[in-house]
């Protein structure tokens, strides 16, 4: 099979997982000038606006309220974020249905924030979702962070709906993520990782990035 036809059935698809504030975004808009790249940012848009109803607030405002019904949402948005289809030979996307699943619901879970039931549901629906609809990846690109970090960065940026995060909670995200991806002694990883020193300012990351991008386009020359 030619590569060109290769590429119209599915492309090489990149996941860019990170905890909050790790720079997943600005990683995302690096890779917008090129061409053959088809990025996807997060649709936290959509989380803000499901109905008229802004998921993402009521989540962080009553955890215990909304959990379930947020990461329902999160779950299909991420889906439809899978499947999209893009005839460019290369897809990035911000987060992913695992991330989801393995840190999100896993914490909200253990937290007694998601009851056994609401989160078997969930599962329920991931296991079937991941057995049935092509979610497969190529690549894991870990943006890679220290708590401390991205505690600052996501006060900085003052998202309204994160005002009530603490650095005790993105330190216990960061140890979901670090399970998951780093250490992978939680759950199974669905492509190989790549870390990336995403503790680094805006002005040097350039350089990490430039290291990443051989084993992003590789498969597409
Ligand atoms: P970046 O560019 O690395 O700074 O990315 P962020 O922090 O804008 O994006 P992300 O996905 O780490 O987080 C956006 C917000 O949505 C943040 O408050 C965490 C929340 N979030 C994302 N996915 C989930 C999820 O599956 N469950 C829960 N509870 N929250 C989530």
Same mark, same amino acid.
């Given at each position: /099979?030619? &590569?060109?036809?290769?590429?119209?059935?599915?492309?090489?698809?990149? *996941?860019? !997982?990170?905890? #909050?504030? +790790?720079?997943?975004?600005?990683?995302?808009?690096?890779?917008?000038?090129?061409?053959?790249?088809?990025?996807?940012?997060?649709?936290?848009?959509?989380?803000?606006?499901?109905?008229?109803?802004?998921?993402?607030?009521?989540?962080?405002?009553?955890?215990?309220?909304?959990?379930?019904?947020?990461?329902?949402?999160?779950?299909?948005? /991420?889906? &439809?974020?899978?499947?999209?289809?893009?005839?460019?030979?290369?897809? *990035?996307? !911000?987060?992913? #249905?695992? +991330?989801?699943?393995?840190?999100?619901?896993?914490?909200?879970?253990?937290?007694?924030?998601?009851?056994?039931?609401?989160?078997?549901?969930?599962?329920?629906?991931?296991?079937?979702?991941?057995?049935?609809?092509?979610?497969?990846?190529?690549?894991?690109?870990?943006?890679?962070?220290?708590?401390?970090?991205?505690?600052?960065?996501?006060?900085?940026?003052?998202?309204?709906?994160?005002?009530?995060?603490?650095?005790?909670?993105?330190?216990?995200?960061?140890?979901?993520?670090?399970?998951?991806?780093?250490?992978?002694?939680?759950?199974?990883?669905?492509?190989?990782?790549?870390?990336?020193?995403?503790?680094?300012?805006?002005?040097?990351?350039?350089?990490?990035?430039?290291?990443?991008?051989?084993?992003?386009?590789?498969?597409?020359?």
């Amino acid at each position: /099979m030619s &590569k060109r036809a290769k590429y119209e059935m599915k492309p090489f698809t990149v *996941l860019v !997982e990170g905890n #909050i504030g +790790s720079g997943k975004t600005t990683f995302l808009n690096y890779f917008k000038k090129y061409e053959n790249v088809c990025v996807m940012a997060e649709p936290i848009d959509m989380w803000r606006n499901c109905g008229g109803h802004n998921l993402l607030e009521y989540m962080y405002e009553d955890r215990e309220r909304w959990g379930f019904t947020f990461q329902s949402y999160v779950q299909l948005t /991420m889906l &439809k974020q899978h499947t999209l289809k893009t005839r460019l030979p290369i897809k *990035l996307m !911000e987060r992913s #249905i695992y +991330s989801a699943r393995y840190c999100f619901v896993e914490k909200m879970h253990r937290d007694g924030i998601l009851p056994s039931p609401s989160a078997s549901v969930i599962n329920e629906w991931f296991k079937w979702t991941i057995a049935n609809v092509d979610t497969s990846v190529d690549l894991i690109i870990y943006l890679r962070t220290t708590p401390d970090v991205v505690y600052q960065r996501m006060q900085e940026r003052n998202r309204k709906e994160e005002k009530t995060v603490s650095l005790t909670y993105l330190t216990e995200m960061h140890e979901m993520h670090e399970n998951w991806l780093y250490h992978k002694t939680m759950f199974t990883c669905p492509a190989p990782v790549l870390v990336l020193n995403a503790d680094l300012d805006k002005s040097v990351i350039a350089e990490e990035y430039e290291r990443v991008e051989p084993h992003i386009f590789s498969n597409c020359l």
